[in-house]
T-cell receptor
């Protein structure tokens, strides 16, 4: 039962353009959402998060959008840089829980 | 390095042996989480511990797997009588307090290979 879904296993974007990574969830009890970035042979690193009371959160080049009615969130990276090439995991949690439910990840490649 | 430390980074075991994975949380963090990542999949929650207590073990397999976080020393994830399907990357994370709003800091994982 995949409660957090990332339907695009990979994405290729030209350097300088916008990268948009998408994520869908099924559990309406989720009220906190996170994005993690992972390089090969390393652990995930926290990137940005959003609470369900908001529909947008911005941090530098990274913006996360939340559409609660569609149970959909997206991560926008602009402008995309070579160092952004990594696997991005969408994750979610309920307010009473500490555990995080991860999606299967999207591999982002930034081409010159 | 004040981050989450996991060792060993790579562990090879034969079927039927025991695997012990260790995790030292970040300084000041008393909450530890274990996740497992199978090839081409996302991280799956296994267990959440706070010093000497298991808080949530809903993701732990019912048999062969156990976890502890003693008062002194690292957290240990123990897998008894390993099978080929246990081959995966095991990640530990820590946080200073409970709740998902406390960002979890991850170690670089232990890659377990079962021969």
């Amino acid at each position: 039962d995949q409660q957090v879904k990332q339907n695009s296993p990979s994405l290729s974007v030209q350097e300088g353009r916008i990268s948009i990574l998408n994520c869908d969830y099924t559990n309406s009890m989720f009220d906190y959402f996170l994005w993690y970035k992972k390089y090969p042979a390393e652990g995930p690193t926290f990137l940005i998060s959003i609470s369900s009371i908001k529909d947008k959160n911005e941090d530098g080049r990274f913006t996360v959008f939340l559409n609660k009615s569609a149970k959909h969130l997206s991560l926008h990276i602009v402008p995309s840089q070579p160092g952004d090439s990594a696997v991005y995991f969408c994750a979610a949690s309920g307010s009473s829980a500490s555990k995080i439910i991860f999606g299967s990840g999207t591999r982002l490649s930034i081409r010159p | 390095n004040a981050g989450v430390m996991q060792n060993p980074r790579h562990l090879v075991r034969r079927r039927g042996q025991e695997a012990r994975l260790r995790c030292s949380p970040m300084k000041g963090h008393s909450h530890v989480y274990w996740y497992r990542q199978l090839p081409e999949e996302g991280l799956k929650f296994m267990v959440y511990l706070q010093k000497e207590n298991i808080i949530d073990e809903s993701g732990m397999p019912k048999e062969r797997f156990s976890a502890e976080f003693p008062k002194e020393g690292p957290s240990i994830l123990r897998i008894q009588q390993v099978v080929r399907g246990d081959s995966a990357a095991y990640f530990c994370a820590s946080s200073p307090a409970a709740g998902a709003r406390q960002p979890q800091h991850f170690g670089d994982g232990t890659r377990l290979s079962i021969l």
